[in-house]
RNA sequence: GUCCCGUUCGUCUAGAGGCCUAGGACACCGGGUUUUCAUCCCGGCAACAGGGGUUCGACUCCCCUACGGGAUGCCA
């Protein structure tokens, strides 16, 4: 125990490559990166390829392009377990010189049956050790299994749970080589873990029953302890794990539609752990503050409100510049140059809070630089019965040389009140003619960043 | 089936025996500001899964039940 406390901390995440990076994957990254950071240690990341059907190189570089984008960079390159086949073999053979490993031919067939059998008589399908003893040889269809002890038990010391204790009753003599001789995943977490001088595992609880296994191997392999923390998941609304079917899952989709990689990652770390009446966080401060014996226990349903919300109040954060860049690319997708008007910098500010996030932003903005789409239909039944009052107010406008927004506003209301009218009656023809639509900044204000030119063009084409 | 983990407002959570008439945030509803919208401000709604103990006292400790999740693979 003083040992571990001595070392320098050494987190890692370790996804296989079977799919795009999922938030979930994500919330592990983190709280691995930040509970790394924090200690002053370091944050690792290993790839899980021994599946080599299910695994694939494009979502590997997504995993790890993703990853180091978002801003979980790994303090060391990462490694392929797929290039590293001869370091697990010698380990087994380690664990077969030290009497802890043997052969077994059981054929599947005759597991199936096993299994069945012991299903049937209300038992733990389990694999029974019936190759234990035989001094079966090796072949090319025997498997190698460990030797599991067959009473006691094991306690996991977990950050988050505590203790959780396991009989080794309840475990069966895992595989630890395949027939064709490549190693599984247990020998080669267990081994990585070791080799890359990983200190805690912090991953999801759905791995927990894996963990007296996989204690088992490093004790048969001589390594010494390691810390886990076993996080809670995250769940879909339908409360199961969150997964395609239930919702969107792949970080690149939240960052497309345009959520800040810090709200995005804010939300993550609420998802298990709060800290006092605080919601915003960023990774500085999860660093600083973060602290994993208070994470939940239970899981989290992923709440895509929360997100938005959060994401506002990031938003409000950036200033004008940073905003700006980050909105940018979101206009392109739909065809605009941000700088292809002729008052930017006020525009953006004004319609800055006008959705949660940069997609959503990006559309409130197309007219302001495009020919309106689509005008509210409803909007110009309700608000524009005859043409007199554009007629009246183009004629205005027109003569206004002074175009600001007091100016305008002033004209605006001095016209309103001669004519005994209400504000909307005024404000919201105006509106629709600009916009399309009754919603819009403060209409002076309007006005102003359209240009008195463009102004009245538009005005122009409602008459 | 067996083993393991879990269970506070719709959602994320605070709560380590009396501070709890269970607090905050999001969402929702209502009001104010802007006589548009968004922002912002104020207010409201709303939860300890159920049952037994232990205790002067239980959201907090113990047991049982229910429910959810995970494991039980020559997947990871």
Redo the contacts with the bound molecule.
Sequence with gaps: MEKILMKQIVTRFAP?PTGTLHIGGVRTALFNYVYAKQNNGKFLVRI?D??RE?STKEYEENILNNLSSIGLEPDEKPINQSERNEIYIKAAEKIIESGNAYWCD???EE?EQM?KEQ?EA??????DGRSRNLGIERSE?T?LRLATPEDGEIIVNDLI?GE???NNS?LDDL?LL???GTP??HLCNVVDDFEQNVTTVIRG??????TPRQIHIQKALGYPDLEYAHL??V?GTD???LSKRNAATSLEDYRKKGYLDSAILNTLA???W?QG?N?VFFLNDLIKDFNIK?V??????F?I??L??LN?QHLAKLTLQEFKDSLKPFLEEIGIDINNHNNVDLLIDSLR??DNNFSGIANQLYPYYKDIKEYDDNAIKKFISDNDILHDLKDILQNIDDWNEESINKALSTYQEQNNL???QV??PV?IALTGK??????GLTLEIFGKEKALKRIEKML
């Design positions: 296989s899980e021994t599946d299910r059981c054929s599947q597991l299994r299903t209300g038992k733990k399908p389990m694999y269809k498997v749970r959780i204790k396991f309840e595989i395949r027939s064709d599984t995943y609880e759905d791995h927990i029953s894996n809670p998941l769940l409360k199961k794990r609420r998802l298990g709060s009446e919601e208070e939940q226990k239970a899981g989290a349903i709440d409100t929360k938005d919300w506002s809070t006008s209400k504000v909307p404000n919201q509106r009754t919603k819009s900044p403060g209409l």
